[in-house]
């Protein structure tokens, strides 16, 4: 069992930054691939962006490339998503999930997920 905890949303102006964390316990995530999702009211789940515990490396929807960065320290069993250039657009609740498969875009995919946090970005 793995369980993840997602800090660090909040409330920006346009233009600005956040960086989420997901911190894991129970497991390991050098052995999980991870991967951040997010969500708006009446909406489907949404991919962001993934990584790959081994071989298939990140992977990013067309509209976090550029703009987010998902990375993970092994040392504090943490990942995260760097996010930049933040458009209201990219107000949501956003999630970390995390599963032994490769990096899909679906969450289906996924077994493990976290409570979520919220992103606000005003105009």
């Known amino acids: 069992q793995v369980q993840l905890v997602e800090s660090g949303g909040g409330l920006v102006q346009a233009g600005g930054s956040l960086r989420l964390s997901c911190v894991a316990s129970?497991?390991?995530?050098?052995?999980?691939?991870v991967a951040w999702f997010r969500q708006t009211p009446g909406k489907e789940r949404e991919f962001v962006a993934g990584d790959s515990w081994v071989g298939g490396g990140t992977s990013y929807a067309d509209s976090a490339k550029g703009r987010f960065t998902i990375s993970r320290d092994n040392r504090k069993n943490t990942a995260y998503l760097e996010m930049n250039s933040l458009e209201p657009e990219d107000t949501a609740v956003y999630y970390c999930?995390?599963?032994?498969?490769?990096?899909?875009?679906?969450?289906?995919?996924?077994?493990?997920w976290g409570q979520g946090t919220q992103v606000t970005v005003s105009s």
């Open positions: 999930a995390a599963d032994r498969a490769l990096v899909q875009d679906i969450p289906t995919a996924y077994a493990y």
């Open positions: 129970g497991r390991t995530l050098t052995s999980y691939s």
